[in-house]
């Protein structure tokens, strides 16, 4: 059985709202070329994706993009998941790529900007993030951005190269 992919977009609003708009589009062109269903996590009403969970009592801070995220996830119903922010223009080979382990995140580092490491660049099994998330929600981490690269979980990949 083939696992089905999805995209949780998750915003606080502090974005550029011409580039979000722009993020949003590209986005909807590729869930619809790929059949790939987004569910996006706001602090506001969003008109994006097939399903938007919002969080309107919440402050953006780090703290809160856990849950925000975790939102998203538990909305989903999509074995693997791409984090997707609207600060990136994703092209529809991030997409493409299917992690070979359900016990690893993986993230895009094929970027034009420094290699990165960030949420916005992550991939994985849902169960798996799920069970990160919700350890990270319900711990004291102050930089969202550090704990992937510290633990076991963590993998790379480059869309359109094989993996070593």
Known sequence: MNATKGIVFYTNHRYNFKNSVRAQKNLTRISRHEGLPVVSVSLKRLAFGNKNIRFPSYRANDAFLYKQILGGLDNSRADIIYLCSPDILY?????AFTPPEKDKFYFNTNVTKTPSKNISTLCGYRALLIEYFQKLADSSVKNPRTPFTKTKY????EPLTKLG
């Open 91 to 95: 092209t529809p080979s991030h997409f």
């Open 154 to 157: 963590f993998k790379s990949y």
